[in-house]
């Protein structure tokens, strides 16, 4: 189990556990319990399980955004979502590099994602 789920975790694959969540729960959760994995693999196990109350996350990933985000926020995420730097984002939306940064990284806590390959991921 435990290479199973650092495999998943590496690849940012939330929505696979989501999608049999209810054949996976209680597996995990017994993972989950065990804690002898690394930290890293019991962190992504823990987001899997707080996904998994939010079903809304993976019926409507942008209305979920949309509801969870800033209109500032949700806004950067689209120009993530396009592939822009953060200086094209930046210079696009006239804030700093900072600001978008500061943005992707309260993007990536809102919606439970480490990274700009996960947000590409999860919304395409």
Known sequence: MEHAVSVSRE?????LFAD???LAESIVRRFAKQKQSSGEVLAFVEQLI???GDK??????SGY???KLSPKEYQVLQYLLEGKSNA???ETMNI???TVKTHCKNIYKKLNLSSRK???????
């Open 11 to 15: 690849e940012g694959y939330v929505q």
């Open 20 to 22: 049999v969540w209810d």
């Open 50 to 52: 707080r996904n998994a």
């Open 56 to 61: 809304e996350l993976y019926a409507d990933r």
């Open 65 to 67: 955004a949309r509801k």
């Open 88 to 90: 094209a984002i930046g």
């Open 96 to 98: 700093s590099v900072e």
């Open 118 to 124: 996960e947000v590409q991921k999860a919304f395409h």
